[in-house]
């Protein structure tokens, strides 16, 4: 099973348009609905089954506290110093063919990254 993902707006379109050349199947949010609040995001994403790939730790918030339905959220928490470093990181989860982000929180950092099972 291919699992898509649905890079948040902090996320550059010019990193997200470059994964896609290179083949991977990750969503932006529509242009269309840019400045959408995090809820709408997470709405979103779960009816299209996608996976959000974010640097906003709100979202964590959301699945724990609020109780909001989620596919799975991969959390970045290292300084985006770059779109290359984005990009590599991104690319590297992407393919990971041992990592299933499907019902999981993943905090991504520098040297390790922790999985935590949804509720």
């Given at each position: 099973?291919?699992?898509?993902?649905?890079?948040?707006?902090?996320?550059p379109l010019l990193?997200?348009?470059?994964?896609?050349?290179?083949?991977y199947a990750i969503?932006?949010?529509?242009?269309?609905?840019?400045?959408?609040?995090?809820?709408?995001?997470?709405?979103?994403?779960?009816?299209?089954?996608?996976?959000?790939?974010?640097?906003?730790?709100?979202f964590g918030q959301?699945?724990?506290?609020?109780?909001?339905?989620?596919?799975?959220?991969?959390?970045?928490?290292?300084?985006?110093?770059?779109?290359?470093?984005?990009?590599?990181?991104?690319?590297?989860?992407?393919?990971?063919?041992?990592?299933?982000?499907?019902?999981?929180?993943?905090?991504?950092?520098?040297?390790?990254?922790?999985?935590?099972?949804?509720?």
């Amino acid at each position: 099973m291919k699992i898509g993902y649905l890079a948040d707006e902090n996320i550059p379109l010019l990193i997200i348009k470059g994964l896609r050349v290179e083949g991977y199947a990750i969503e932006s949010i529509p242009l269309s609905m840019c400045g959408m609040l995090d809820k709408k995001v997470m709405k979103y994403a779960f009816e299209k089954d996608l996976v959000i790939i974010t640097f906003d730790k709100d979202f964590g918030q959301l699945v724990f506290k609020e109780g909001l339905e989620s596919k799975g959220i991969v959390l970045l928490r290292f300084p985006p110093t770059s779109p290359a470093k984005v990009k590599a990181f991104i690319r590297e989860i992407l393919e990971d063919k041992e990592f299933n982000p499907i019902g999981k929180f993943t905090v991504v950092h520098e040297t390790h990254m922790r999985i935590v099972e949804l509720p």
